[in-house]
């Protein structure tokens, strides 16, 4: 069973900052494309940022600027730097895998994610 494990989430003030990071299997960092969603209660889960063919990476237009998506490939783990975070960045955040380099390529294996929560 593939395991995407995510961790670092927590309660920031707006305005904060805070790293949340995701672990895969050798096999997943290094063949499929990989990325961060994220789900707010009763809304539709979306992306974040991404991972994509070329190589390069996609942000959703909201994040862009704040936030930065990185990979460690010594350690197999994914990173999502986010920076002057806002209420409405509270969110569950998922880590993906695809196997697809497109924004429109399903996603193959998630992580149970971890949840962000930006409130004074």
């Known amino acids: 069973q593939v395991q995407l494990v995510e961790s670092g989430g927590g309660l920031v003030q707006p305005g904060g900052s805070l790293r949340v990071s995701c672990v895969a299997p050798g096999f997943i960092f290094s063949s499929f494309y990989m990325g961060w969603y994220r789900q707010a209660p009763g809304k539709q889960r979306e992306l974040v940022a991404h991972?994509?063919?070329?190589?390069?990476?996609l942000y959703k237009d909201s994040v862009r600027g704040r936030f930065t998506i990185s990979r460690d490939s010594a350690k197999n783990t994914m990173y999502l730097q986010m920076n002057s975070l806002k209420p409405e960045d509270t969110a569950v955040y998922y880590c993906?895998?695809?196997?697809?380099?497109?924004?429109?390529?399903?996603?193959?294996?998630w992580g149970q994610g971890t949840q962000v929560t930006v409130s004074s």
């Open positions: 993906s895998a695809a196997r697809g380099g497109s924004r429109y390529s399903p996603v193959d294996y």
């Open positions: 991972f994509m063919s070329g190589p390069s990476t």
